[in-house]
C-alpha cells in the first residue's frame, strides 16, 4: 500500500515535541498541506476576527469548546480546498486534545487514515518549547506548563483509543531534526508493510 494515497493524517505529541518542524518536511516531502490547529487560532487572534470569548480562551491557553473549534476547522479547511486543484492531502497537527473531542473532530473534518504520536520526554519538550523563536509567538514556562500538563492528562487515553483502531505510529524524536524525521519515515514505511501484508492476506482468504 502506499503511503501517498494515505489523505488525512492526525499529528499529537506533547508542545515542543517538533510537530511543526517535522510536518513540515513530511509535507515538503510528500505533498500534504501541513494545517497547524495552534497555529491557524493564533492567526486568527492577531487578526480579531474572532468572538471575545473564544479570543480569551485562546490568549489563556484554555481548551476551545466543540461547537467553536468545529467551525473553524471547516473553514481553514474549506479555504485549502479552493486553493488546491488536486486531491487534498492534509497534516492535521495539533488534534484531538481530549479524547472527548475526537469523535466530534471526526465528524466536523474527517477521520483519519493515520495518527503520528510524536513522543518526546516532558524535560525536552521544555527545553525546546523555551528555546525555540518563531514569530508572532511569545512561549514562556507557564505556558508550556499549563499545556503540558493538559497534554500528560489525555495523551494515554488518547494514544490507546487510536492504537486500537489499528491507525497509531508512535515516533521517538527525542533526537535532533534529522534523526527524528529518519525514525518517522521508519517508522511509516513499517506501518505501510503491516498493512499491505494485512491486505494480501484478507485478499487470500476471500479467493480461499
Do not use: W
Not at 480579531?48 to 476547522?73: C, H, R
Not at 495518527?115 to 518563531?134: I, K, N
Amino acid at each position: 500500500m502506499d503511503f501517498r494515497r494515505i489523505s488525512r493524517i492526525y499529528v499529537i505529541g506533547a508542545p515542543g515535541a517538533g510537530k511543526g518542524s517535522l510536518c513540515a518536511k513530511l509535507a515538503a516531502d510528500f505533498g500534504f498541506h501541513h494545517l497547524s490547529v495552534g497555529d491557524l487560532l493564533r492567526q486568527l487572534a492577531r487578526s480579531s476576527s474572532l468572538k471575545p470569548e473564544i479570543l480569551s480562551k485562546i490568549q489563556q491557553s484554555v481548551l476551545l469548546d466543540m461547537e467553536d473549534l468545529a467551525p473553524i476547522l471547516r473553514d481553514a479547511i474549506g479555504d485549502l480546498k479552493k486553493d488546491t486543484q488536486d486531491k487534498l492531502r492534509l497534516l492535521i497537527d495539533g488534534v484531538p486534545r481530549t479524547l472527548e473531542q475526537a469523535a466530534p473532530i471526526e465528524e466536523a473534518i474527517g477521520s483519519p487514515e493515520l495518527v503520528l504520536f510524536f513522543d518526546c520526554p516532558g524535560a525536552l519538550a521544555r527545553q525546546r518549547f523555551l528555546t525555540r523563536q518563531l514569530p508572532g509567538r511569545v512561549d514562556d514556562g507557564s505556558i508550556f506548563d499549563t499545556r503540558y500538563q493538559q497534554y500528560c492528562a489525555e495523551n494515554t487515553r488518547i494514544v490507546a483509543y487510536y492504537e486500537r483502531r489499528g491507525v497509531l505510529v508512535k515516533v521517538d524524536t527525542s533526537g535532533d531534526v534529522d534523526c527524528s524525521y529518519a525514525r518517522l519515515l521508519q517508522g511509516l514505511a513499517s506501518y505501510m508493510k503491516g498493512r499491505s501484508e494485512a491486505a494480501e492476506a484478507s485478499d487470500e482468504d476471500v479467493l480461499d
